[in-house]
T-cell receptor, first 112, second 115 residues
Framework: DQQVKQNSPSLSVQEGRISILNCDYT??????FLWYKKYPAEGPTFLISISSIKDKNEDGRFTVFLNKSAKHLSLHIVPSQPGDSAVYFCAASGNAGNMLTFGGGTRLMVKP | DAGVIQSPRHEVTEMGQEVTLRCKPISGHDYLFWYRQTMMRGLELLIYFNNNVPIDDSGMPEDRFSAKMPNASFSTLKIQPSEPRDSAVYFCASSLGGRAYDEQFFGPGTRLTVL
């Protein structure tokens, strides 16, 4: 059973608009959440993270929101740019360790 | 630093053959991780090492899979015998520490195709 789920395999957004990528988790022991970005033929790269003691973390155009009661997090990209087109993975860890459980990924396509 | 280095980048083999994937972590990183990416299961952790010692191999799918880290700068993931369902992209990653906020740096991956 997947403990981290990204239910949308793909998302298409117009350049300049907001992209919202969603992630749900089932394990209540998860206390740290991360988003990774992956371009074709490259490994994933870290994008942004959030601890369970916060409900929001912002870094430039990227903001991650955490709703612990709903076991849901989302990544907002505003404004979206064509260079943001990639696969985005949500990941979670528990007990402050760095064993990461990843979701299946969402492919974002930002159209010019 | 050159980042995490993986070889080969692509591997095509026939069912039943032995496959060895190689990884050189970033110098000074104490943690090394092996992941597998498939369409069905996404990105899943297979095994990870701390200071060359395997800590958790619960993600290793079967006895056909084995991983070693003979020294701080080299690790291998071996599949023997290989099967078509092993076809996937295999990633190696390393991190400086073992906390959740210690960023994992991924290599470019090895795309394995088992015919």
């Amino acid at each position: 059973d997947q403990q981290v789920k990204q239910n949308s395999p793909s998302l298409s957004v117009q350049e300049g608009r907001i992209s919202i990528l969603n992630c749900d988790y089932t394990n209540s022991m998860f206390d740290y959440f991360l988003w990774y970005k992956k371009y074709p033929a490259e490994g994933p790269t870290f994008l942004i993270s959030i601890s369970s003691i916060k409900d929001k973390n912002e870094d430039g155009r990227f903001t991650v929101f955490l709703n612990k009661s709903a076991k849901h997090l989302s990544l907002h990209i505003v404004p979206s740019q064509p260079g943001d087109s990639a696969v985005y993975f949500c990941a979670a860890s528990g007990n402050a360790g760095n064993m990461l459980t990843f979701g299946g990924g969402t492919r974002l396509m930002v159209k010019p | 630093d050159a980042g995490v280095i993986q070889s080969p980048r692509h591997e095509v083999t026939e069912m039943g053959q032995e496959v060895t994937l190689r990884c050189k972590p970033i110098s000074g990183h104490d943690y090394l991780f092996w992941y597998r990416q498939t369409m069905m299961r996404g990105l899943e952790l297979l095994i990870y090492f701390n200071n060359n010692v395997p800590i958790d191999d619960s993600g290793m799918p079967e006895d056909r899979f084995s991983a070693k880290m003979p020294n701080a700068s080299f690790s291998t993931l071996k599949i023997q015998p290989s099967e078509p369902r092993d076809s996937a992209v295999y990633f190696c990653a390393s991190s400086l520490g073992g906390r959740a906020y210690d960023e994992q740096f991924f290599g470019p991956g090895t795309r394995l195709t088992v015919l």
